[in-house]
């Protein structure tokens, strides 16, 4: 039998634990030119609530009734494809369950970095760290001398963007939520500077951390944190905007202080970044990272939940800012 | 006796004329190095209005008591400075007067098109010309086939950047205001549509307009037209951030729908642009749009107000929308 978690209805907002059912199907015999994946461990990512919204998107709606759509690693236990073995370590779109029956097309990658656990391929090594590195490479273009402010400073893609934008010759200032997470930032992530937005004086302390203007705002969370920063750009800024996790309404459209006199005035860029477009860089981005990883430069955070009972409550968890890291099941 | 248009009191808005003082001043003497210009046409130009206000802007504000600073096209008429000679036509920083006394470094340059009206330096040649064609092909980065939507599509700089993206073999559609102004845009600049936001159905006509989405967003307005806009933008879409007209306070800064999640979704890149970060190119810019002019393939629209005593309400008179193509006066 092959446990999977089901989207059962579709949430208005962020998907909450009752969204969800844990069932037990029977495993599928594999066809012709398909693998059978043993998952090892599943993500749990802010993306997904987009993935299960039914508006327009970047990728179509995960169906109700069907295995919700994640990324997951694991081994290849049975192979009918070319190219595929079992004993292969593997990461791609395997979904929340523990055993997946896929064509090659859902596989992501074919984990290379056997010294390293495979959970990283799905975060430092995964989507996580690669956008962090394209993003603010391609996007961000942080040149050496520039203040860099990240927003989720701590989380998957914000502490790798940190400590990346800190190798390329930036000083770094993070925006994060509570002290725990300022010291995990100043003193595990390398951050020059580190704001506590839930603490008074947002603006006070980004004028005090930037006297210089900001030069890139690595923008994880849209709303008030951004609010913040705009006013603080440095002529020639540029805004990475790689996700919206403050915003959890869209219906009605959420309003907020207007952005167009300060990209003018600023003459400053503000530009959305989606990885799979950059699909091509993959490969050299994950050996760069993998590279600072085992030289001990980029360090990263793992938050392991047990057991595939823990997925239907742990998206719902991320939105109320309880993770420490890189939220994983192991399954 | 020089007549002088003297800013006197700093408005909360956009100027009105009760902000301005027409005077008579000596003529002064000319000191080593300077050139007496006999001004002929005085632009006025939405511009002014940040140029006016005391906040934080990309140029420092018009002083009080001091004559209204303003791009102006005359000629010399004597001159100490090396270089310059009598009967040379130049366009600079000359305010809003009759005659000025300046340092070569207030020319912007010799107006080499003797065969042309030295108005359109002020426009088709000038500012409006080389920012539409600058901004539109800089940060636009129109690909033939695309859609191009302009804001204030009739006015000195959205006329040009329609007629320019047409020749680059583009799509384009025009935001104006009226039915007089729909026909001009698609009479007189060529646009393939045009749209009265005063009209009902911005949403519609736009969706009606740009059946594959907006490829570039030409913006002059900000506000609630940019506001249609951006949900309709295509996959990849540049936004130009080239004006805010439709802002007149701020104080309380305005708000409206957030940007973040469309430039996201549709790995969009919104970015200001100010010509005066583009300067090393202009002399290029003015000759390209010379030929278009002289070939009939560029064509403007200048409305020429009579006399130094209509400067005080010619600039509010813009944002009640009253001009009808690019605003000067004849001196």
Redesign the interface.
């Known amino acids: 039998m092959n446990r999977q978690v089901i989207l059962t209805s579709r949430p208005a907002g962020v998907a909450q634990a009752e969204n969800f059912a844990v069932i037990s199907a029977e495993s599928l015999p594999l066809g012709p030119g398909q693998l059978r994946i043993r998952n090892q461990f599943l993500s749990v990512e802010p993306a997904m609530r987009g993935w299960i919204a039914d508006l ?3 990728s179509a709606p995960v169906a109700i009734g069907s295995v919700m759509r994640a990324l997951a690693a694991g081994e290849v236990i049975e192979s009918t494809a070319e190219g595929w073995h079992a004993g292969d370590q593997v990461c791609g779109w395997f979904g929340w369950q523990e055993e997946a029956v896929v064509a090659p097309d859902a596989i992501l990658r074919r984990i290379a970095e056997r010294d390293l656990s495979p959970s990283l391929s799905l975060g430092v090594l995964g989507i996580n760290g690669v956008t962090a590195l394209l993003a603010l490479t391609r996007i961000g273009e942080p040149q050496p001398g520039e203040t860099v402010v990240v927003s989720t400073a701590a989380g998957g893609v914000g502490s790798a963007v940190g400590q990346i934008a800190k190798l390329l010759g930036c000083r770094t200032v993070a925006i994060t939520g509570g002290p725990e997470k300022v010291t995990q930032c100043l003193t595990e992530f390398g951050y020059d500077a580190a704001i506590d937005y839930k603490a008074d004086g947002l603006n006070e302390a980004l004028a005090a951390a930037c006297p210089n203007g900001i030069d890139v705002y690595f ?1 994880n969370t ?1 709303g008030v944190i ?1 609010d913040a920063v705009m006013p603080q750009l440095a002529i020639g800024a540029r805004v990475v ?4 996790a403050s ?1 959890t309404q ?1 219906n009605p ?22 990885i799979f ?1 950059h699909m091509d860089l993959w490969e050299g981005a994950v050996a760069r990272l993998a590279g600072w990883v085992r030289d001990g430069k980029l360090r990263y955070s793992e938050e392991i939940l047990e057991g595939i009972e823990a997925c239907p409550d742990a998206l719902a968890g991320l939105y109320r800012g309880e993770n420490k890291g890189k939220r994983l099941i192991r399954v």
């Open positions: 327009g998107n970047y923008d849209a951004s905007v790689c996700g919206t915003l869209w459209w959420p309003s907020g202080p207007r952005v167009e006199r300060h990209l003018l005035v600023k003459r400053a860029r503000m530009q959305g970044f989606v477009d």
